[in-house]
């Protein structure tokens, strides 16, 4: 279909006027500058809130699995680099009562390790005393001899700890708490 067209009675071409295509181009614009908004363009500080939510829901998790089980749970947190930008790392532990030590968890629960996305260093603070961060281990000896820095126990309760997750920009912090009233 043509913008313009002709009329074989009259001989005069119809079709759209200047005035016409800038009001059409005019409305496309508001319509396009009230749906920009709802693009959602997450920054550093969204990207490191969400990812501190979703390791609190997993601890959450981890508590009713170390209830329902019977079973400790601990959480080692360890520092590292990816692509040389600094990450905060964690990885769940479970007591071996029969082994008498910390095992790394697997098959067991959905997810035992992982990065706190937009996370660049922590603070945790354990009973009120600083606790230095660890380094990820190099080795499968030092991974079974690993000992978290949280623990869930199988009553339900946990460590009481403070842990303030920095981003890259360190400005951006979230703190995560826990003792023997809960999560939050």
Request: charged letters at 20%; a negative charge; aromatic letters at 8%.
């Amino acid at each position: 279909m043509s913008i313009i067209t002709s009329s074989r009675r009259t001989g005069q071409f119809t079709g759209f006027t200047l005035l016409e295509l800038m009001l059409v181009i005019f409305v496309v614009g508001i319509i396009a500058a009230l749906a920009m908004p709802n693009i959602v363009v997450q920054d550093d500080y969204e990207i490191l809130r969400q990812s501190a939510g979703d390791l609190l829901e997993v601890m959450q998790l981890q508590e009713e699995e170390a209830v329902l089980t019977g079973t400790q749970h601990g959480l080692r947190l360890e520092t590292g680099e990816l692509d040389a930008e600094a990450e905060v790392g964690y990885q769940w532990l479970v007591w071996s009562a029969d082994k008498r030590l910390w095992t790394v968890a697997q098959d067991r629960m959905r997810q035992y390790d992982g990065t706190i996305k937009g996370a660049a260093e922590y603070t945790l603070t354990i009973d009120g005393q600083p606790v230095e961060p660890q380094q990820p281990s190099a080795g499968a000896k030092e991974a079974a001899q690993q000992i978290p820095q949280i623990v869930i126990y199988s009553s339900g309760d946990i460590t009481d700890f403070e842990l303030v997750l920095r981003g890259a920009d360190a400005i951006h912090t979230v703190t995560l708490k826990g003792s023997y009233e809960g999560l939050s």
